[in-house]
C-alpha cells in the first residue's frame, strides 16, 4: 500500500486547511487510518483517526473541535478538514494506514503503511 499526503502549506492563525491522503496498491488491506504530526525536534504523535467504515473517531485533545477526520472508502483516500489553525499547529503531517481489522490505533507503532509527509505551517 502507498501512502500520497497532500494540501499542507502556509496559513495564518485562525484559518483552515484541508489535508488529503490517497491509497494505491493493495487498499483491501487498508482498515483504520489517522493523522500524525511532527514538530522538530519531538515525537511523532497521533492528531485523529478513523475506523474502517468511519463510524468510530478519535482526536488528540488540543484538536477536538477544530480539525475533522474522514474518508471516502470508493477513493481510498481520507481527509483531515483543520479549522482554526494556531501557531502551535505547525508540524509536518504524516497520513498512515492500519491493516489490522476492526482496530482503532492511537499510537504509532499501530500502523502498518506511512504517506510521506506534507509541512503545515501557522503564522502568528
Known amino acids: 500500500v502507498q501512502l500520497q499526503a497532500s494540501g499542507g502549506g502556509l496559513v495564518q492563525a485562525g484559518g483552515s486547511l484541508t489535508l488529503s491522503c490517497a491509497a494505491s496498491?493493495?487498499?483491501?488491506?487498508?482498515?483504520?487510518m489517522g493523522w500524525f504530526r511532527q514538530a522538530p525536534g519531538k515525537e511523532r504523535d497521533i492528531v485523529a483517526a478513523?475506523?474502517?467504515?468511519?463510524?468510530?473517531?478519535y482526536y488528540e485533545d488540543s484538536v477536538k473541535g477544530r480539525f475533522t477526520i474522514s474518508r471516502d472508502n470508493a477513493k481510498n483516500t481520507e481527509y483531515l478538514q483543520m479549522n482554526n489553525l494556531r501557531p502551535e499547529d505547525t508540524a509536518v503531517y504524516y497520513c498512515?494506514?492500519?491493516?489490522?481489522?476492526?482496530?482503532?490505533?492511537?499510537?504509532?507503532?499501530?500502523?502498518?503503511?506511512w504517506g510521506q509527509g506534507t509541512l503545515v505551517t501557522v503564522s502568528s
Open positions: 498512515a494506514a492500519d491493516r489490522e481489522p476492526y482496530g482503532l490505533p492511537t499510537h504509532r507503532h499501530g500502523y502498518d503503511y
Open positions: 496498491g493493495r487498499t483491501f488491506s487498508v482498515n483504520a
Open positions: 478513523v475506523n474502517k467504515d468511519g463510524r468510530r473517531t
